[in-house]
């Protein structure tokens, strides 16, 4: 099926939308020749595992006109060029530790015509510099780290009452039950795990996490000892 079959069979969406995930699948496929972005290069699945998976967020959270959404770890840009397309008046930052699978984003958005900031960054600096720290009402993540881990990196850039949903497979509930010492370090709270069923009975799972005080200073600290102890 091709990709505005398959969206259109799940999504009601303006023509102009439409062409915009066309065009973004078409420029992610020629790129992929070139470098590493994706292992996913059948549009069926393109239009399944990143589009309407990075779209699942809507139905998870309570997104708004202009809310500010952090990607951590977004690669080619998952979840965010979707979310972007959708609804264009996002405040969206997305980071990376790879460069250049950001200047792919940025060629992108360029193409596409929206507007967002690409950071080249390892999270656990970005989540120390002020002018990013407790600044989103959302930190989205999906498919960067063990959730005790992701915790760390995602919930010093929200504010305290806003949202981090961690995109993971199905077997998320396990992941929660050993994250339950960082999230209490970190201030932060499970409230519930969204299940998503993509086209092909394909079990998705959204932990939706809010922060309820504001971070420690201590987090988050080096990737040296995030990954030799996590929380
Ligand atoms: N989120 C995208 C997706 O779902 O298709 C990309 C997932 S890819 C498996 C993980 C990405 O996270 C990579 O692009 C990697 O460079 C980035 N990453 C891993 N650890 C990171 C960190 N500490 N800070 C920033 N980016 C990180």
Redesign the pocket.
């Known amino acids: 099926m091709s990709i505005r079959s398959v969206l259109q069979d799940n999504l009601n969406l303006s023509d102009e939308k439409l062409m915009a995930f066309e065009k973004f699948a078409d420029f992610l496929k020629e790129k992929n020749k070139q470098m590493n972005l994706?292992a996913i290069t059948d549009d069926d699945e393109i239009a399944v595992k990143?589009f309407l998976d990075?779209l699942s967020l809507y139905n998870a959270l309570d997104i708004r006109d202009k809310s500010k959404i952090i990607?951590?770890?977004?690669?080619?840009?998952?979840?965010s060029v979707p979310l972007l397309i959708y609804n264009k008046t996002l405040k969206i930052t997305m980071?990376?530790?790879?460069g250049k699978?950001l200047r792919f984003i940025d060629e992108a958005l360029e193409k596409l015509d929206l507007t967002a900031e690409t950071i080249h960054?390892?999270?656990?600096?970005?989540g120390r510099d002020p002018e990013y720290r407790e600044k989103y009402d959302f930190a989205v993540?999906?498919?960067?780290?063990g959730l005790n881990v992701l915790v760390e990196?995602c919930v010093p850039f929200i504010k305290a009452g806003g949202i981090f949903a961690a995109?993971k497979g199905p077997e998320a509930e396990n992941e929660i039950s050993a994250a339950k010492s960082a999230l209490d370090l970190l201030g932060a709270e499970v409230t519930e795990t969204k299940s998503v069923v993509l086209p092909g009975d394909l079990t998705r799972k959204i932990i939706v996490i809010q922060k309820v005080r504001e971070t420690d200073e201590r987090f988050p600290r080096t990737?040296k000892n995030?990954l030799k102890r996590p929380l």
Do not use: K, Q, W
């Not at 980071?95 to 790879?98: E, I, K």
């Not at 993540?141 to 780290?145: G, K, N």
């Open positions: 994706t990143h990075s990607d951590i770890g977004t690669g080619a840009g998952f979840p980071v990376d530790s790879l699978r960054a390892r999270a656990e600096d970005l993540s999906r498919a960067v780290a990196l995109m990737s995030i």
